[in-house]
């Protein structure tokens, strides 16, 4: 393989070649994904991310994009660096090494944070269960498996069940609801599920900045005492739409929290979604689950109609 050359992230000027990169690999890799500046701006301007450091790019002697790394590091961090690494390769240079020179930085960008914060390392990746060669990459760099994801899709075309709330439960959207409560609900929500960290009010208000953010598909239940017990954020792109010619839309994420459990709570939630991104025309809602997911979602999405598409792998390796 040609000498490549790697550098960081720059900013604003990097983000159209990197797009033009990530939809080229996704021609070939067909992930039902388009991607959009838009998008990439958001998710690299994230306040837990410092793209100088976690986002590297590698060009061939052309001055050609040929490959992108980003790691994700969770602030704050308490017992354990837990990094993700997520990265792309041009199709064309596939299975040359590159892949291997991306792992190696994010392993050792992981190191450094590890003995930055002196905690334990570990280096997180992910692929679905058909990309056998990805797969093959990740344990032959020593990473093996640790825990499956679903994705699932249901048609809005079918009738959708009308939600039955207990009583005195009140629903509010984005419009109507107090940012720094929904915070502390989610992270009560999700404090006993896997590879849990808490969410600060910084981050949930940028990305509530997104351009595509729509607050009438942001639903939180109210109990009778005041306390945000319940959620649904759903999420429409219209760019990514309009791209594939399709009408999706996303159930992101939908918790209830811990004390309401078992009350229909989740159900409810659910379903509100469902007839909201209907009602905004969308004929089909996808959403993703943790196949261990504690409190039988998985179940509750196969009720309502949810059927898996297919499986995502998350693959790990202490750095040590």
Not at 195 to 206: C, G, K, S, V
Not at 234 to 239: A, G, K, Q
Request: charged share 20%.
């Amino acid at each position: 393989m040609a000498t490549l050359t790697m550098r960081p992230y720059q900013g604003e000027t990097d983000l159209q070649p990197i797009v033009n990169l990530l939809n080229t690999c996704e021609a070939i890799d067909r992930e039902d994904i388009y991607y959009t500046v838009s998008s990439l701006k958001l998710e690299l301007t994230s306040p837990n991310l410092r793209p100088e450091l976690d986002v590297k790019l590698w060009y061939n002697d052309a001055d050609q994009l040929i490959g992108f790394g980003q790691i994700w590091l969770p602030d704050p961090m308490v017992d354990e660096v837990d990094a993700y690494l997520w990265f792309r390769v041009h199709p064309t240079l596939r299975h040359q090494g590159l892949e291997q020179d991306i792992i190696t930085w994010a392993e050792g960008r992981t190191w450094q944070v590890g003995q930055e914060q002196n905690l334990p390392a570990k280096l997180s990746l992910s692929c679905r269960d058909y990309q056998r060669n990805q797969i093959g990459l990740f344990e032959a760099t020593g990473f093996t498996w640790e825990r499956s994801f679903f994705r699932m899709k249901r048609s809005l075309t079918e009738p959708i069940p009308e939600p039955i709330f207990p009583k005195g439960y009140t629903l509010l959207t984005g419009q109507e609801f107090e940012v720094s409560a929904w915070v502390e609900m989610h992270n009560q929500t999700f404090i006993d599920h896997w590879n849990f960290h808490p969410m600060t009010l910084e981050q949930a208000n940028h990305w509530l900045s997104d351009p595509t953010y729509r607050p009438d598909l942001d639903l939180v239940a109210v109990a009778p005492d005041g306390t945000y017990a319940a959620f649904c954020h759903n999420h429409i792109d219209p760019e990514e739409n309009q791209h594939r010619k399709c009408l999706e839309g996303w159930v992101g994420m939908l918790g209830t929290r811990r004390g309401y459990r078992r009350l229909g709570l989740g159900r409810a939630m659910l379903l509100s979604g469902l007839h909201r991104l209907q009602a905004a025309g969308m004929d089909t809602a996808f959403l993703g689950v943790d196949s261990q997911n504690p409190n039988q979602a998985y179940s509750l999405y196969e009720s309502v109609g949810f059927r898996r598409v297919y499986s995502s792998f998350c693959y790990s390796k202490a750095i040590e």
